[in-house]
């Protein structure tokens, strides 16, 4: 409708009136039938009351009369266009007052009586017969609004023929303009807005740029959900660093939101941290009943076991967290109990592999549940986050099952020498494995490491590991057995420094004596990063006469290229996102992405801290957050940062200097001094000229500033260190850390 029509509701009165005829030809072939039928009930209910007084010949002749009625009104309807014919040529001003002395509903009504007079006299009528009943009386009032919405779709949609974008919008419209009000029309649009859609945060806290420190936050509006919450062992250069556990200050700065911990399985790159992260956000922690009592056992060990609240979930189980809901599902890895996240989110499905690998011969408990993670692909998942750490790896994973040949067969082979093997602690199925052939080859069975003795001990209680009596003894008891009858089972297999199996190989430890009548099967593969320390551990086991043994005595826990594949043929994800390794595996991962028929663009590499927004119409980066790693030095956390680090790094690397002087206060002259002292740096005792051309410098160098009269000793312990670095460098070539003490001495 145009604004000239929306001000001068009068104009629009006149058109109306001019397009009544062709309306009420409408009215003539698409509802005068409805019309007789609704004036046949009207009458039908009259009858109802009237039954006793009137024969079925006079309602027929009753309804010929209300018909007769209707006619006309055809007529009255060129009446109408007569008298606006008159109305219009009597001028505006006429019209106007009608419009200002007759209310809004009574004008409305007036000009649809115009149109169907009949019906208005039948209501009447209706009405104000004192023996209709108030069902009646509703029913009538209901007819005849319907009508009237059917006169009012009639004539919108006459208009429209007519005037096209410039007829009313709406009926509401229609009515202000027929009462005079002024009208301003909303903009119009094509159809329906469309809704946004909804998005859900994925925030990587950790586990992308290396194996380990696992941890993945999940964000809707007021929800966060957290899967896993592990820990990552320090690198060579970490110099006194026992752990690296996760930065979650942003999870403290919503800790409102987060409404629990939910964990795929028991190794420590996936719960290691909860003993620390607990004590800072105290949420409930999900999972499943082996990965729960390991838990359990480590927040003992803290003392926080009490105050923490840990929920075991079945397979197939489903719990509801804030705006989310996670089902746990049975996968195969390592370790018993495994599972993958279904996480049903306002903006869609979200699947979580955890670490897994399709075994279809495991040795505990039954294969991946790939009927299920097929139902989810059907209802349509919207991304999933697959682990990558065997990305780079060509075909399948081999069963666990196959290990288990390998030891028989080794164990018959040195059937007349100790058998030490080192594996996970966590590998509860390969240990049973060990045992099984122990068993059969009647040997004696000694578990050996702390983590592996808590492992056992806990996967014992719960049935999760079967050990023939009379196998297991302590280690104490080792030397009443023959060596050929006794077999070692240690951690160590990473070549951790602390570990069992290091001990031995650089015979630190009481109670094992590494000999060459040893056989030492390293049935686990070196994890990226610890290949060094793993070559020196067997270099130190070669050297003492011993066997190792490495080959065909492990078969990774991870999925290979085509299991990853087979898990995107299953759930056909909209969005990949891998997870779980280094920058090279993640990137093999979006190869086998693309390999499966994903767009290069739906493949997101992420970054830890990186804030990706997931819906159905995108998939990015939107922001980023702290994320890293805090130290853990003892009972120290987070006290040991980076400039720490690089001090130790500087202290092992070059050693350290001291600058020792006295100034006398008030007048700063020098009263002794300086003396160097050195450690780790050179032997003072053979490099005497060394050390007193070094001494001479700062003398130099401490004369000038008092000379000068610089009487701030910040900057002359700096002026002094920068001497004293320059001729090192050029002297030795060496950069030691140089501390410059300066002592304030009170002249009586």
């Known amino acids: 409708m145009n604004e000239k029509e929306t001000k001068n509701p009068l104009e629009a009165i006149k058109r109306l009136k001019a397009l009544q005829i062709n309306m009420n030809k409408e009215l003539k072939s698409e509802n005068l039938s409805d019309n007789y039928t609704e004036d046949a009930d009207t009458l039908s209910e009259q009858n109802d009351i009237q039954e006793s007084e009137k024969s079925d010949t006079d309602t027929a002749s009753k309804a010929k009369k209300v018909r007769s009625k209707k006619t006309p009104s055809l007529m009255e309807i060129a009446y109408e266009a007569e008298q606006e014919k008159e109305l219009k040529d009597s001028g505006d001003s006429e019209l106007e007052k009608i419009l200002e002395k007759t209310p809004q509903d009574e004008l409305i009504d007036n000009f649809f009586d115009s149109i169907n007079p009949a019906k208005k006299k039948t209501t009447k ?39 096209g974008p410039s007829a009313p919008a709406s009926k509401s419209t229609l009515s202000s303009i027929l009462s005079g009000e002024t009208v ?93 992260i607990l004590k800072q956000l105290n949420v409930p922690v999900y999972g499943t009943r082996l990965t729960l009592a390991l838990i359990n056992k480590k927040l003992v060990e803290h003392g926080i076991d009490r105050t923490s609240t840990l929920v075991e979930v079945k397979y197939g189980q489903t719990v509801e967290l804030g705006d989310f809901k996670v089902e746990f599902i049975k996968t195969n890895h390592s370790i018993a109990d495994s599972a993958a996240l279904a996480i049903f989110s306002p903006a869609g499905i979200i699947f979580h592999t955890g670490d897994f690998k399709i075994d279809y011969t495991p040795v505990f408990g039954e294969s991946n549940d790939l009927q299920r993670m097929a139902e989810i ?56 494995q060990i045992i099984n052939t122990a068993y059969k080859h009647d040997r004696k069975v000694v578990v050996e490491g702390r983590s592996m003795v808590n ?51 650089s015979s630190l430890h009481k109670k094992v004596t590494i000999t060459s009548e040893d056989v030492v099967i390293m049935s686990s593969s070196p994890i990226p990063g610890n290949e060094k320390a793993v070559n020196k551990v067997i270099n130190e086991l070669s050297i003492k006469g011993a066997e190792v043994i490495f080959q065909d005595t492990h078969v990774s826990g991870h999925a290979c290229q085509e299991e990853i594949k087979l898990m995107y043929s299953l759930l056909r994800p909209k969005y990949s996102l891998p997870i779980h390794g280094e920058y090279r595996h993640r990137l093999a991962q979006r190869g086998i992405a693309e390999a499966m028929g994903m767009a290069r663009e739906n493949v997101l590499i992420m970054s830890s801290g990186d804030v990706v927004e997931v819906s159905e119409k995108s998939c990015e980066v939107v922001n980023h957050v702290e994320a890293g790693g805090i130290f853990v030095d003892g009972l120290g956390i987070g006290d040991v940062g980076n400039i720490v680090l690089r001090d130790r790094q500087n202290l092992a690397q070059n050693g350290i200097i001291i600058v020792a002087m006295s100034l006398e206060r008030g007048t700063n002259r020098l009263l002794s001094g300086p003396d160097i002292i050195s450690r780790g740096f050179v032997y003072i005792r053979e490099s005497g000229d060394l050390i007193s051309e070094a001494e001479e410098v700062v003398r130099n160098a401490v004369r000038d500033c008092l000379s000068a009269e610089v009487n701030d000793w910040i900057k002359i312990k700096s002026i002094t260190r920068d001497a004293l670095s320059d001729f090192l460098w050029k002297k030795i070539k060496r950069n030691p850390m140089i501390l410059p003490i300066i002592m304030d001495v009170h002249d009586r």
């Open 125 to 163: 009528k209706n009405t104000s017969s004192a023996s209709s009943s108030k069902t009646a009386a509703k029913k009538a009032s209901v007819i005849s609004m319907a009508e009237k919405e059917q006169h009012e779709d009639i004539l919108l949609k006459t208009l429209r023929s007519i005037d």
């Open 184 to 276: 301003i029309e909303p903009k119009k649009t094509r159809g329906r807005k469309p809704k946004a859609p909804k998005k859900v945060k994925i925030i990587p806290l950790g586990g992308l740029e290396q194996i380990g420190m696992n941890i993945t936050a999940f964000e809707y509006e007021d929800s966060i959900i957290v899967v896993d919450c592990g820990l990552a062992f320090p690198s060579d250069d970490m110099l006194g660093i026992d752990l690296v556990i996760p930065d979650v200050s942003y999870l403290k700065e919503n800790y409102l939101k987060v409404k629990g911990f939910c964990i795929t399985h028991g190794h420590e790159d996936h719960i290691g941290s909860l003993p620390y």
């Open 377 to 432: 692909g059907k209802q349509g998942c919207l991304a999933m986050l697959c682990e990558s750490t065997n990305a780079i790896k060509p075909g399948f994973t081999m069963s666990e099952r196959t290990v288990g040949k390998t030891f028989d067969l080794l164990f018959a082979e040195h059937r007349n020498k100790r058998i030490l093997v080192a594996t996970f602690a966590s590998n509860v199925d390969r240990v049973q």
């Open 455 to 505: 492992v056992i001990g806990v996967a014992g209680e719960l049935n999760y590991i079967s050990i023939p009596e009379g196998t297991l003894i302590d280690i104490d008891h080792l030397k009443d057995y023959p060596p050929e009858k006794t077999v070692i089972i240690t951690t160590g297999s990473q070549g951790e420094s602390m570990a069992a199996l290091s001990r031995m190989s």
